[in-house]
């Protein structure tokens, strides 16, 4: 019997009943026709609207200093090219093995692609030392759960596989922001990638589908904001993502609900003060590391184990997004608690993860 290839796993995926820690199933439901033409409608002119202003930018507001090394495309998936960018030392001569970092770009599973975060790879491949590939997944509604999941582990595998790389294989680290940080968590559950995955990093992911957007935005951890776009928007794109009859609380949908030894084992989420996701972030991490979160101190960063928690205080969902941001104040304060969370972050790779100990 010839091996199932992954384009081939999405229908089997589909039609699987997922095994998690709570064992009662959660159905998305189906809306109603109206409700149903509602979400395509505003799904849609999202991705119009996101879509133009990341032309616009690029035509008149271009940064030719910040690309890509050079970009690959794979067999296994021709039509998502990958972005590489390769430190200064490696361009120089240097061809000793690197450790690689997966980067998966955010957008709801529904809009943009890997090149609005090329300002954060090429700094972050420059500040590590490390290879970074961004990864491009296909979008929703088009391409619903799991195609992303499954695209992201076949380019993934692919990257990994790459010879030509030269990739230090006892580390490597998926990550992502957003949609791409909850597609790091899942992707890396599958059996292409179970186990050769060091580390997740996942900034301010969706990890539990469970629950309704307005009901997150009422169990909010802080609610000095007024509106969030994930809470008008969040229906829409649930309907884009998730479809009907799916089980919500399927691992690979919601990592939340995966058994420890079913991810990385080294893991660390960054949670955003004013987003409606920090509470499942920050409950997901807790519960890796088989505590109880405590009534007060939660909101301090920490590492127990293999696992790391850090808040970002005083943004909101996506501060980390360099691309249609705006100069001024407020872009300089978003960028110093950047600073300072990538600070966290290279420094738990470098001092914990990446160690020899910490490997065997």
């Known amino acids: 019997m010839r091996e199932v290839q992954l384009d081939e796993q999405a229908e089997v995926l589909l039609s699987k009943t997922f095994n998690s820690r709570d064992s009662t199933p959660l159905p998305a439901e189906l809306a109603n026709l109206s409700c149903r033409l509602r979400y395509f409608l505003l799904v849609w002119t999202v991705k119009i609207t996101i879509a133009v202003q990341l032309a616009y930018l690029r035509l008149f507001y271009p940064t030719p200093e910040i690309r890509p090394t050079f970009t690959k495309s794979y067999p296994c998936r021709p039509q998502l090219p990958v972005r590489i960018f390769v430190p200064k030392s490696r361009r120089e001569g240097d061809q000793s093995s690197l450790p ?7 957008g709801a599973f529904a809009t943009c692609d890997a090149s609005i975060d090329d300002s954060f790879c090429q700094s972050w ?8 590939a961004s990864l491009n997944y296909r979008k929703a509604p088009i391409y619903r759960f799991p195609v992303p999941v499954i695209d992201v582990a076949a380019v993934a595998r692919a990257v ?4 030509t790389l030269n990739i230090d294989k006892s580390r490597i680290v998926m990550a992502g922001f957003s949609a791409g940080g909850k597609l790091a968590l899942t992707s890396c559950q599958l059996p292409e990638l179970r186990g050769r995955i060091t580390a997740a990093i996942s ?3 969706i990890v539990d589908w469970s629950a309704p957007p307005h009901v997150k935005w009422a169990e909010r951890l802080y609610t000095e904001k007024a509106t969030e776009s994930l809470n008008t928007a969040g229906p829409a794109l649930d309907w884009a993502y998730v479809p009907s009859g799916q089980n919500r609380k399927a691992k690979l949908l919601s990592p939340c609900y995966a058994e420890r030894e079913e991810l990385p084992k080294w893991v660390c989420l960054i949670g955003a003060q004013h987003d409606m996701l920090c509470r499942e972030s920050r409950d997901m991490i807790y519960s890796l590391a088989g505590e109880d979160v405590p009534e007060t101190g939660w909101d301090q960063g920490w590492e127990k184990g293999t696992y790391k928690w850090v808040l970002a205080m005083g943004v909101r969902h996506g501060f980390t997004d360099e691309f249609r941001k705006k100069r001024g104040q407020g872009s300089a304060k978003r960028r110093e608690v950047c600073e300072e969370v990538y600070a966290s972050v290279h420094k738990w790779l470098e001092t914990k993860v990446f160690t020899t100990k910490s490997r065997l």
Not at 100 to 106: A, D, F, T, V
Not at 160 to 163: R, S, T
Request: proline share 5%; aromatic share 14%.
């Open 203 to 205: 900034y301010f992911p």
């Open 160 to 163: 990994i596989d790459d010879g």
């Open 100 to 106: 690689l970092y997966i980067s998966i770009h955010g």
């Open 125 to 132: 491949c420059e500040r590590t030392g490390m290879i970074v």
